[in-house]
């Protein structure tokens, strides 16, 4: 079985400013994917970055990057110059190679971005 | 492209109701998955198909809840008898086959009173 923990309920920032969001998971799969997923008020889970965990070089995506620190079972998320319409839930997810299980989600982190 | 589909977008029930929730997953999208979102909670797997097997539904509380998908397209989540505690958002993710990244659909929000 596989968990996911993110231990910030909720971040608030500036706009323009970079902000970083944690996630820990783990599992005892060898193949696995990680993903962040953004949530906001309309509900709509949109995808925002994955990463494969085989692959040692960092997803990125425009102005969100990750951090995987395949050793520490850490996935944390950068997201540079944040936008108002970066507020939202943000949910890390880790899914196992075969797919089989469905997505494992954390509890989430609700991110404020101030102007 | 089109996204996941879903409808109705809300629903508001009294407790003991039957309620019937509908997916249109992504063209071509040969997997379909649905999970409950409960308030403050990230989402939970209910029940994921390949085409119009059943591969996990290990979490579907079987003795009200069941789901089906006809001809490996769309799919239908029925509960009955609903219970208070069934109040959720439900989400419907398609992804294609050993690609392994779901696209989600705008979700039901169901009240149960």
């Known amino acids: 079985a596989q968990t996911v923990t993110q231990s910030q309920p909720e971040m608030s920032v500036q706009e323009a400013e970079t902000v970083t969001l944690s996630c820990t998971y783990d599992?005892?799969?060898?193949?696995?994917?990680l993903f962040w997923y953004k949530q906001p008020p309309s509900r709509q889970m949109i995808l925002v970055i994955r990463?494969?965990?085989?692959?040692?070089q960092n997803a990125t995506e425009n102005r969100f990057s990750v951090n995987f620190q395949k050793a520490a079972k850490s996935f944390s998320l950068k997201i540079s110059d944040s936008q108002l319409g970066d507020t939202a839930m943000y949910f890390c997810a880790s899914l196992s190679g075969g797919g089989a299980d469905g997505l494992t989600f954390g509890k989430g982190t609700h991110l404020i971005i101030q102007p | 492209e089109a996204g996941v589909a879903q409808s109705p977008r809300y629903k508001i029930i009294e407790k003991r109701q039957s309620v019937a929730f509908w997916c249109n997953p992504i063209s071509g999208h040969a997997t379909l998955y649905w999970y409950q979102q409960i308030l403050g909670q990230g989402p939970k797997l209910l029940i994921q198909?390949?085409?119009?097997?059943?591969?996990?539904d290990s979490q579907l509380p079987k003795d009200r809840f069941s789901a089906e998908r006809l001809k490996g397209v769309d799919s239908t989540l029925k509960i009955q008898p609903a219970k208070l505690e069934d109040s959720a958002v439900y989400l419907c993710?398609?992804?294609?086959?050993?690609?392994?990244?779901?696209?989600f659909g705008p979700g039901t929000r169901l009240l149960v009173l």
């Open positions: 990463q494969e965990a085989y692959k040692q």
């Open positions: 599992t005892s799969e060898s193949n696995y994917y």
């Open positions: 198909f390949q085409n119009n097997g059943v591969v996990d």
């Open positions: 993710a398609s992804s294609e086959p050993f690609l392994e990244t779901q696209y």
